[in-house]
């Protein structure tokens, strides 16, 4: 059982100790630089969803985004302690039959490779992968790459038997990403969908939940990595938005504390009303964000093994609510694995299964991301809590 009696920087404090490092190398993480341009280059007449463009919550080890400080052993959580701290490990099925979709822009030119070494390290199974362009093949882009490295990655960590399709978006344009989004449900039959990068909210989003309202699939998104605020598309009442959690672990990988992490992005849509599904856990009138939360503060983060980031090739420990965005659609696979038929949007099903059995989930009941505090039940940092997967998988598994 999670416990919370310490105070929340104490526990952060501890966590990155646990972690293989100390509080005094804080200073060697940074947010991922992404920026790609564009954004000033696009037409003011153009679309909306042209000129709107994204990014990854994502942050990696290094003091800088050109000197990463990549290493040649991984440094982080393993897969079996990440396995072992959320219960994957008691769970009998591998996502066989399923296919997770990855959505990113950019994507990366080592990714079959640098999984295979991924693999082959932490003694996993080789992966089934396919990357698709449908757009064309963009250039490089260090910092969307390590992203869609980490995405495949720890996907492939939680569900090792599913296989794995990453759509790369040619540019971070909303547009675009759509469109692979698109690509990825119409065109290659994906059943989760996994979205780790966002933007600020924007008056017609609401215009684009289309994309996400799709029968027999579940989309996942990133809620940001900046504290309280709301991005989109994790504000869309038919994604599942993926909050942070600080995850402290002993050396077996059994959860000692589980916390609110700063950077978790969370808060009421601007735009998007509240879905029936979340009234009895939220007063606003407005969509609340995240609906669940996973481990994403980056002192407890995840090893990634990429080649040629900024002229490097290694380890990078990497965290943010990207990574869990990932790990949730993996989730995702197994259950439906389990499935006489897939989910229709997890959303509403996950807020069900929390209203007969909060046990499912790891109440999160302390740490706040700057506007709002972790609490009982439901809040705006981590949701209704991060997955108790021997339980909750089963009972999501048994919904009609």
Same mark, same amino acid.
């Given at each position: 059982?999670?416990?919370?009696?310490?105070?929340?920087?104490?526990?952060?404090?501890?966590?990155?100790?646990?972690?293989?490092?100390?509080?005094?190398?804080?200073?060697?993480?940074?947010?991922?630089?992404?920026?790609?341009?564009?954004?000033?280059?696009?037409?003011?007449?153009?679309?909306?969803?042209?000129?709107?463009?994204?990014?990854?919550?994502?942050?990696?080890?290094?003091?800088?985004?050109?000197?990463?400080?990549?290493?040649? !052993?991984?440094?982080?959580?393993?897969?079996?302690?990440? =396995?072992?701290?959320?219960?994957?490990?008691?769970?009998?099925?591998?996502?066989?039959?399923?296919?997770?979709?990855?959505?990113?822009?950019?994507?990366?030119?080592?990714?079959?490779?640098?999984?295979?070494?991924?693999?082959?390290?932490?003694?996993?199974?080789?992966?089934?992968?396919?990357?698709?362009?449908?757009?064309? =093949?963009?250039?490089?882009?260090?910092?969307?790459?390590?992203?869609?490295?980490?995405?495949?990655?720890?996907?492939?960590?939680?569900?090792?038997?599913? =296989?794995?399709?990453?759509?790369?978006?040619?540019?971070?344009?909303?547009?675009?990403?759509?469109?692979?989004?698109?690509?990825?449900?119409?065109?290659?039959?994906?059943?989760?969908?996994?979205?780790?990068?966002?933007?600020?909210?924007?008056?017609?989003?609401?215009?684009?939940?289309?994309?996400?309202?799709?029968?027999?699939?579940?989309?996942?998104?990133?809620?940001?990595?900046?504290?309280?605020?709301?991005?989109?598309?994790?504000?869309?009442?038919?994604?599942?938005?993926?909050?942070?959690?600080?995850?402290?672990?002993?050396?077996?990988?059994?959860?000692?504390?589980?916390?609110?992490? !700063?950077?978790?992005?969370?808060?009421?849509?601007?735009?998007?009303?509240?879905?029936?599904?979340?009234?009895?856990?939220?007063?606003?009138?407005?969509?609340?964000?995240?609906?669940?939360?996973?481990?994403?503060?980056?002192?407890?983060?995840?090893?990634?093994?990429?080649? /040629?980031? /900024?002229?490097?090739?290694?380890?990078?420990?990497?965290?943010?609510?990207?990574?869990?965005?990932?790990?949730?659609?993996?989730?995702?696979?197994?259950?439906?694995?389990?499935?006489?038929?897939?989910?229709?949007?997890?959303?509403?099903?996950?807020?069900?299964?929390?209203?007969?059995?909060?046990?499912?989930?790891?109440?999160?009941?302390?740490?706040?991301?700057?506007?709002?505090?972790?609490?009982?039940?439901?809040?705006?940092?981590?949701?209704?809590?991060?997955? /108790?997967?021997?339980?909750?998988?089963?009972?999501?598994?048994?919904?009609?």
């Amino acid at each position: 059982m999670r416990t919370s009696t310490l105070s929340f920087l104490a526990l952060a404090s501890l966590a990155a100790s646990t972690a293989g490092f100390s509080a005094e190398n804080r200073k060697d993480f940074h947010k991922v630089d992404q920026d790609e341009g564009p954004p000033g280059r696009v037409s003011s007449s153009a679309p909306e969803i042209e000129r709107i463009h994204a990014r990854a919550p994502l942050w990696a080890r290094g003091a800088t985004h050109a000197a990463p400080m990549a290493t040649t !052993s991984p440094t982080g959580y393993t897969p079996a302690q990440i =396995r072992h701290a959320y219960g994957f490990d008691k769970i009998t099925g591998n996502g066989a039959g399923q296919t997770i979709a990855i959505v990113d822009a950019y994507g990366s030119p080592s990714l079959a490779n640098d999984l295979k070494v991924f693999s082959t390290t932490f003694g996993l199974q080789q992966a089934t992968l396919a990357v698709y362009y449908p757009q064309g =093949r963009p250039a490089a882009n260090s910092g969307w790459a390590l992203e869609t490295t980490l995405d495949v990655q720890w996907a492939h960590a939680i569900a090792p038997g599913a =296989r794995i399709v990453v759509v790369v978006a040619k540019s971070a344009s909303i547009s675009n990403l759509l469109g692979a989004v698109d690509y990825a449900v119409k065109t290659l039959g994906a059943k989760q969908v996994s979205m780790s990068w966002g933007a600020a909210e924007f008056s017609s989003e609401t215009k684009y939940d289309s994309h996400f309202n799709k029968t027999g699939v579940s989309f996942f998104a990133s809620s940001g990595d900046s504290g309280a605020g709301v991005i989109w598309p994790a504000a869309s009442p038919y994604v599942v938005a993926v909050g942070g959690t600080t995850l402290q672990l002993d050396s077996t990988g059994t959860a000692l504390t589980e916390t609110g992490w !700063s950077g978790s992005g969370g808060g009421i849509s601007a735009y998007c009303k509240k879905p029936a599904w979340q009234s009895g856990f939220s007063a606003a009138a407005g969509r609340a964000v995240p609906d669940v939360s996973y481990d994403a503060d980056p002192y407890t983060g995840f090893p990634v093994y990429i080649s /040629n980031y /900024n002229g490097t090739t290694g380890w990078i420990q990497v965290g943010g609510t990207s990574a869990g965005a990932p790990q949730w659609a993996a989730q995702q696979a197994l259950i439906n694995a389990a499935r006489t038929t897939t989910m229709t949007g997890a959303g509403s099903q996950l807020y069900a299964t929390a209203t007969s059995a909060y046990t499912d989930f790891f109440d999160i009941l302390s740490g706040s991301n700057g506007a709002y505090f972790c609490s009982p039940s439901y809040d705006l940092v981590t949701g209704l809590g991060s997955p /108790n997967a021997p339980a909750l998988v089963p009972a999501m598994s048994a919904t009609k």
